[in-house]
T-cell receptor, first 114, second 111 residues
Framework: DAGVTQSPTHLIKTRGQQVTLRCSPI?????VSWYQQVLGQGPQFIFQ???????GRGNFPDRFSARQFPNYSSELNVNALLLGDSALYLC?????????????FGPGTRLLVL | TQLLEQSPQFLSIQEGENLTVYCNSS?????LQWYRQEPGEGPVLLVT?????EVKKLKRLTFQFGDARKDSSLHITAAQPGDTGLYLC???????????FGPGTRLSVLP
């Protein structure tokens, strides 16, 4: 079975633009979480979706939004990009709702905002 | 908000040496996980510990959860170049809550 896949792998945007990142979870996994990893730091939790509903939100501004589709894939949207949004965006899937569940991470999308 | 600290921040050793990295917090965690992340990839789960004082072994890696469930250590015996990577700890205060990650320890094992 394929692991968690993310697209695109790399992305370059300019300040003020909008970006959409995509994630496909492992087959059968119903929970998807999004993390932001700035260079030199650990991943920071952005959102968790389970059964197409938002189940958790981290300390990120409203410029960040996400959704989960009926096939459990997910999109992360970031509006009005800032230079500080440059980071590796990681998607993780788990079989059930997060927390104690084992999460499997994708390779990430590296976003550079100029 | 739970905060996790990891030490050392960077570690460079020769192949064959032993090492220990630490994960500390002032908060109690119901479970704690260790991940390894290699450049260009997402973190890969190594172990989950849930019981205070618990010790788990994974080949040359030994993980320990503190008695008070506020800290953890990862010991690597006879390190190999393939152990090179960013080691992250992550803790969850309660089951069902999302994990909070530490900043990581970047390990380099030189041949």
């Amino acid at each position: 079975d394929a692991g968690v896949t993310q697209s695109p792998t790399h992305l370059i945007k300019t300040r003020g633009q909008q970006v959409t990142l995509r994630c496909s979870p492992i087959s059968g996994h119903k929970s998807v979480s999004w993390y932001q990893q700035v260079l030199g730091q650990g991943p920071q939790f952005i959102f968790q979706y389970y059964e197409k509903e938002e189940r958790g939100r981290g300390n990120f501004p409203d410029r960040f939004s996400a959704r989960q589709f009926p096939n459990y894939s997910s999109e992360l949207n970031v509006n009005a990009l800032l230079l500080g949004d440059s980071a590796l965006y990681l998607c993780a899937s788990s079989l059930l709702r997060g927390g104690g569940e084992t999460q499997y991470f994708g390779p990430g999308t590296r976003l550079l905002v100029l | 908000t739970q905060l996790l600290e990891q030490s050392p921040q960077f570690l460079s050793i020769q192949e064959g040496e032993n090492l220990t990295v630490y994960c500390n917090s002032s908060s109690v965690f119901s479970s704690l996980q260790w991940y390894r992340q290699e450049p260009g990839e997402g973190p890969v789960l190594l172990v989950t510990v849930v019981t205070g004082g618990e010790v788990k072994k994974l080949k040359r890696l030994t993980f320990q959860f503190g008695d008070a469930r506020k800290d953890s250590s990862l010991h690597i015996t006879a390190a190999q170049p393939g152990d090179t990577g960013l080691y992250l700890c992550a803790g969850a205060a309660n089951y069902g809550q999302n994990f909070v990650f530490g900043p990581g320890t970047r390990l380099s094992v030189l041949p």
